[in-house]
């Protein structure tokens, strides 16, 4: 996989990150999108690909990406498809630390150590190169805005925005709520990033030991309950 697109992951982490602040919205949820945008970008390499509600090898070459490809190779090693709701549950301490120091080590964002209370260090990110974040969200706004169905990768990624919570981050107010539900229409675009998204939302609601229904409602909440 070549580095002159960025993956999912960093899309999405970029998106969440708050440029007022240099914090990240949503981070526990946050967590959890990253695991499943591995997942939808191993999917658009052609590494792995849906078996019903399972995540199936079917490429085990490398891409290139180390961080995708440790997640590639865990997933190897499980030896039978795996539940996408398990996998996304499962343990990915520091993962998005991971990413955030990649960014920072591809220039797109950089640390500001500080202090919380004077005491405790804290260190917050702020992008370097903020055409890039615009670039990203003009994505989401166009296939908001126009209707058009989006390419896999954008749908992918509003089901996976929608899916942490990031609604309220990136069009908040009453103002944003009609941009808030198309957002989360676009979910139905791309079966892959609907699936994780899905998983994603399902782990958040304590849902990950249950067996997924064949079809999900349209009119799905988000995180926790809320609506749009």
């Known amino acids: ?9 960093e899309e999405l982490l970029l998106l969440a990150l708050d440029p007022a602040t240099g914090t990240t919205a949503q981070p526990q949820s946050l967590d959890l999108g990253l695991a499943g945008a591995q997942l939808v970008e191993l999917a658009l390499a052609g590494r792995i690909a849906p078996d019903g509600d399972r995540i199936a090898v079917v490429v085990p070459r490398p891409t290139g990406d180390p961080t ?10 499980r030896g039978a498809p795996v539940r996408a709701v398990h996998w996304i549950g499962g343990p990915r301490l520091g993962l ?3 990413y955030l120091s990649h960014l920072e080590r591809c220039g797109m964002v950089h640390a500001v150590a500080g202090q919380m209370c004077g005491v405790l260090p804290t260190t ?4 370097t190169d903020t055409e890039i ?8 706004d166009s296939a908001i805005r ?15 925005a929608h899916a942490v919570g990031l609604g309220k981050h990136l069009y908040p107010g009453n103002e ?3 941009s808030r539900s198309r957002l989360r229409d676009l979910i139905r675009h791309d079966p892959m990033g609907g699936l994780v998204a899905h998983a994603v939302m399902d782990v958040q609601n304590g849902a990950a030991a249950q067996p997924r229904r064949s079809s999900a409602p349209a009119g799905r909440q988000a995180p926790g309950g809320r609506g749009a």
């Open 96 to 98: 998005r630390q991971t």
């Open 146 to 160: 126009t209707g058009v169905p989006p390419d896999p990768r954008t749908a992918a990624l509003a089901a996976l």
């Open 176 to 178: 944003g709520r009609s």
């Open 133 to 140: 974040s615009r670039e990203i969200r003009a994505r989401l």
């Open 68 to 77: 995708l490809d440790c997640a590639l190779e865990l997933l190897r090693r």
């Open 1 to 9: 996989m070549g580095r002159s697109r960025r993956t999912l992951p």
């Open 124 to 127: 917050r990110y702020q992008a």
